[in-house]
C-alpha cells in the first residue's frame, strides 16, 4: 500500500536558517506528490507540486524516485513560515491523496 | 482562488442525535469532493470520495451507514454524522476538485464537531 512517511513530527530553525523538511515515500507506481500548508488558524492549501517543478514562496522540492523522496527546501526560513506541512501523493492518475502524519516547523526569530 | 466553504465551524450536539455538514464549492463546480477526518494533532484520514450523482466510495474501516455522504449537485456535498457518539467528536474537512485531469484539492476550512 502507499505511505507517505514525515520523520519529524517538530522542526525549530532560527530565521535565515535553511530548513528541510523530510517526505519519503512507498509507493510502486509513478506517483504525483505534494506539499500542503496550513498556517495557525487557516484551511490546508497548496504549497507545490513535483509536476510544476517551481518555487513557492522559496519553497523547493525535488522527486528522488531513487530514494524514493520529496524533501521540501528553503535557503533562508521566515517566521511566517511557521506553519503545519504535509507532504501528500495520488497515485496513477487518481484524485485521493495520501497524506504524511505532518511536521511542524516553528522559525525563530 | 477556488474557495470551498463548509456550515457550520463548529456544531455541539448530544449522544444519539444525527448533524449534518455541508461543503460547498462557491466558484467552480467540483465533479469530485472528498471528506477527510482530523485528530487532535494527527495527520488528514481520508473518508470517503463523493462524485456528484452517485454513491460514494467509502475507505475501508468507515462506517457508511454511520457517516452518510450526499453529492447533490455539483457545488454541494453534505456528510451526515448519524446516532452521533463521544468518539465522532473530531474534525470534519471537506475537499474539492474541478476535476478534468487538474487533481489538485481545494479545502474547506472545517467543522469541528463535539458531541456530548
Known amino acids: 500500500a502507499q505511505r507517505v512517511t514525515q520523520p519529524e513530527k517538530l522542526l525549530s530553525v532560527f530565521k535565515g536558517a535553511p530548513v528541510e523538511l523530510k517526505c519519503n515515500y512507498s509507493?510502486?507506481?509513478?506517483?504525483?506528490l505534494f506539499w500542503y500548508v496550513q498556517y495557525s488558524r487557516q484551511r490546508l492549501q497548496l504549497l507545490l507540486r513535483?509536476?510544476s517543478r517551481e518555487s513557492i514562496k522559496g519553497f523547493t522540492a525535488d522527486l528522488n524516485k531513487g530514494e524514493t523522496s520529496f524533501h521540501l527546501k528553503k535557503p533562508f526560513a521566515q517566521e511566517e513560515d511557521s506553519a503545519m506541512y504535509y507532504c501528500?501523493?495520488?497515485?496513477?492518475?487518481?484524485?485521493?491523496?495520501?497524506f504524511g502524519k505532518g511536521t511542524k516547523l516553528t522559525v525563530n526569530p | 482562488g477556488a474557495v470551498v466553504s463548509q456550515h457550520p465551524s463548529r456544531v455541539i450536539c448530544k449522544s444519539g442525535t444525527s448533524v449534518k455538514i455541508e461543503c460547498r464549492s462557491l466558484?467552480?463546480?467540483?465533479?469530485?469532493m472528498f471528506w477527510y477526518r482530523q485528530f487532535p494533532k494527527q495527520s488528514l484520514m481520508l473518508m470517503a470520495t463523493?462524485?456528484?450523482?452517485?454513491?460514494?466510495?467509502?475507505e475501508q474501516g468507515v462506517e457508511k451507514d454511520k457517516f452518510l455522504i450526499n453529492h447533490a449537485s455539483l457545488t454541494l456535498s453534505t456528510l451526515t454524522v448519524t446516532s452521533a457518539h463521544p468518539e465522532d467528536s473530531s474534525f470534519y474537512i471537506c475537499?474539492?476538485?474541478?476535476?478534468?485531469?487538474?487533481?489538485?484539492?481545494?479545502f474547506g476550512p472545517g467543522t469541528r464537531l463535539t458531541v456530548l
Open positions: 475537499s474539492a476538485t474541478p476535476g478534468l485531469g487538474y487533481n489538485e484539492q481545494f
Open positions: 509507493y510502486s507506481g509513478s506517483p504525483e
Open positions: 513535483h509536476i
Open positions: 501528500a501523493l495520488t497515485q496513477g492518475g487518481s484524485e485521493k491523496l495520501v
Open positions: 466558484d467552480f463546480q467540483a465533479t469530485t
Open positions: 463523493s462524485n456528484e450523482g452517485s454513491k460514494a466510495t467509502y
